[in-house]
């Protein structure tokens, strides 16, 4: 499998206080096309950092990230921006669905932001919704539905606009276990059956059955570790 991502000398520092918190030092990885990859890590550790910056929503100090051969930490805000739109889908612990849209509006946006809808994109996230068991609710808002199927909603919605990237954080934080399990197994099937690239931010062990890699983020780096290890 080819290289999706290359991540080449990257370093990333914040300031804290008196001095600088350094993220990453030197970091060079590839994620390859179609595959899973799950990182670990304690809070604080830069796992949400380096979605950021893979994303291009954050920049890093030194160092590349190349996306399709494209280096998009020497594109500016817009253009990161644009990048975006077409290439990544996200899926966060919060939905971070619009309350005052309806299921299929929050479906509708992200191709929305990317030029005028047609009548097939609307048919597209309608049958999102069909494959996310959610067919028939399009009307629907937000707070009229439970936590996993507003999660089922957010995936739908990553995945609308064909991105080769998803970055999920944390997607089932805020989930009790028996939803969780549900969301990883809808998780699983989608991304696999579309062949995305997929990497997610967790500290749930039950996500690693989705894993073609897993990723401890530490001391500034990522380390491969095995199923066997967690």
């Known amino acids: ?29 590839k994620f390859k096309v179609g595959e899973i990859t799950v990182m670990f890590g304690r809070s604080g550790s830069g796992k949400s950092t380096l979605l950021n910056l893979i994303s291009g929503i954050d920049v890093p100090d030194s160092g590349s990230i190349i996306i ?22 996200f899926i966060f612990q919060f ?15 992200p191709m929305e932001l990317k030029g005028k809808l047609t009548s097939e994109d609307i048919e597209k996230a309608k049958t999102m919704l069909v494959e996310v068991g959610l067919g028939g609710k399009d009307a629907k808002y937000p707070d009229m539905l439970s936590g ?41 099937r989608l ?10 931010a967790t500290h ?15 001391g500034g780096g990522l380390v491969s570790i095995s199923k066997e290890d967690i």
Not at 68 to 89: M, P, Q, V, Y
Not at 171 to 180: E, I, S, V
Not at 191 to 200: A, C, G
């Open 1 to 29: 499998m080819k290289n999706l991502i290359q991540l080449e000398n990257l370093s990333k520092s914040y300031d804290e206080g008196s001095g600088k918190h350094q993220v990453f030092l030197g970091l060079n990885y």
């Open 68 to 89: 399709n051969n494209e280096n998009i930490s020497e594109l500016n805000e817009h253009k990161r921006t644009i990048f975006r739109r077409n290439h990544i889908g």
């Open 95 to 109: 939905f971070n669905l619009i309350p005052t849209l309806t299921l299929l509006e929050n479906l509708l946006l």
């Open 148 to 188: 996993g199927e507003q999660q089922r909603v957010a995936i739908a919605r990553a995945l609308i606009h064909n991105p080769d990237i998803i970055l999920a954080d944390e997607p089932t934080g805020n989930l009790d276990k028996h939803t969780g399990a549900s969301i990883i197994e809808l998780l699983d």
């Open 191 to 200: 991304v696999k059956q579309k062949n995305k690239t997929m990497i997610m």
């Open 204 to 218: 749930s062990k039950e996500l690693i059955g989705l894993a073609d890699n897993i990723l401890s983020v530490e």
